[in-house]
């Protein structure tokens, strides 16, 4: 048990009464923890913050959370939307140049809500024939703008031809992810025809696999976003996956170096410690004294990382917004505006992780310090 002599050594090597430049001083050899553990807080942020957005790009650009084969009635589904979207391949000629597209005929209101917010869906008003909206990414390489007329060879499967339409550009979208919207286009419902599929949006992700199932178990062909682009989505979560495992390593990494702060401690107060054990403290209760302010140097140097890398963390938006100004294509697959968020659980969870190994280093290390041995006292 700490005594009050304990207890007031502590505190006056934790800085109490001893000056600011003190204080700092002895906190140097925290820093280390400071950078690390700033920086995976900061990697946490942005690859959570990176693949929530991502994985919701895939819903809104994509066939929505399910493509449904089928008609069927999602009235009592409640904050769901469902459109009738039919799908084909083209090429579009401009007098700047042509590319590949894939083009989604869609109805009225496709564009309402959540969806053209998130891709940022910038009209005109104009009274063309054949409206087109394409993606900044695709207007960029061609140098479209608004009202420009160009030529859309439409492949008609059912026909097995390519059938050559005017189209004006009424509509420019920005999704921020050129990977995915940089051959996507919309034009109205009548100028592809064909059946089609119906695309539900939902208002929440994690809804997907709870309606689908609903949807099997009622004998309606359907499929999750999941499914569709599965490739796509692996791709993603993979990558995630390992990116998290290199992090949880270099967290583990990170408690090791705490045994600095004992080496540290301990060659700074070699005479202090001399005195304590002339006053008749033992060698156990030292290396306790020891322990604890270590420990504290290493948490509290968490604490600081921590606030600095979600702080880091929150400008990240800006920060890649900055990149995909200056070299966009260093951004091409990553979304280059999103919102920030912060998944607490996996923060926490590396903290205690890094605490623990930490207490358990720092314990053989203080156990096993040489410095203790140096210094002539009997425990």
């Known amino acids: 048990m700490r005594n009050d002599g304990e207890g007031l050594y502590l505190k006056r ?3 109490r009464g001893m000056g600011v430049k003190w204080t700092l001083h002895s906190l140097v050899p925290a820093l280390l923890i400071v950078l690390i553990t700033a920086l995976l807080v900061f990697a946490m942020v942005f690859i959570s913050s990176m693949t929530t957005a991502i994985d919701r790009m895939i819903v809104m650009l994509g066939s929505g959370n399910i493509v449904l084969y089928d008609d069927y009635d999602i009235s009592d589904w409640e904050k769901a939307e469902k459109y009738h979207v039919t799908t ?27 969806r053209g917010e998130t891709l940022k869906l910038s009209t005109i008003e ?49 999704s921020g992810y ?30 997907t696999d709870k309606r689908a199932q609903e949807l099997w178990e009622k004998n309606i062909w359907s499929e999750t976003y999941r499914e569709k682009y599965s490739s796509l989505y692996l791709n993603v979560q993979q990558s995630v996956t390992i990116l998290y495992v290199i992090l949880a390593s270099v967290a583990l990494l990170a408690a090791f170096f705490s045994t600095d702060i004992v080496h540290v401690y301990l060659s700074r107060d070699w005479r202090d410690i001399a005195a304590l054990s002339i006053l008749g403290m033992n060698k156990k209760r030292i290396r306790r004294v020891y322990l604890i302010l270590s420990l504290r140097a290493v948490m509290m140097a968490s604490l600081l990382g921590t606030l600095i890398g979600l702080l880091l963390g929150s400008l990240s938006p800006l920060l890649i917004k900055a990149v995909a100004l200056s070299n966009p294509g260093l951004v091409e697959y990553y979304i280059s505006s999103f919102s920030v968020k912060v998944p607490w659980s996996a923060i926490i969870l590396m903290i205690l992780a890094m605490a623990l190994l930490s207490l358990i280093t720092l314990y053989v290390s203080v156990r096993k310090e040489k410095e203790l041995g140096r210094i002539s006292y009997e425990a």
């Open 126 to 174: 104009s009274t063309a024939r054949n409206p087109i909206i394409v993606s900044k990414t695709l207007s960029d390489r061609m140098k479209l703008d608004f009202g420009d007329t160009m030529t859309l060879m439409v492949y008609e499967e059912e026909k097995n031809r390519a059938r050559p339409v005017l189209v004006t550009v009424t509509g420019i979208f920005d």
């Open 88 to 114: 084909s391949s083209g090429v579009v000629f401009s007098d700047n140049g042509k590319s590949l597209v894939n083009i989604k005929g869609i109805e009225e209101g496709y564009f309402a809500g959540e």
């Open 178 to 207: 050129a990977q995915l919207d940089r051959y996507l286009c919309y034009v109205d419902y009548s100028l592809l025809g064909g059946e089609g599929v119906w695309e539900v949006v939902l208002e929440d992700n994690d809804e």
């Open 13 to 15: 090597k934790e800085g």
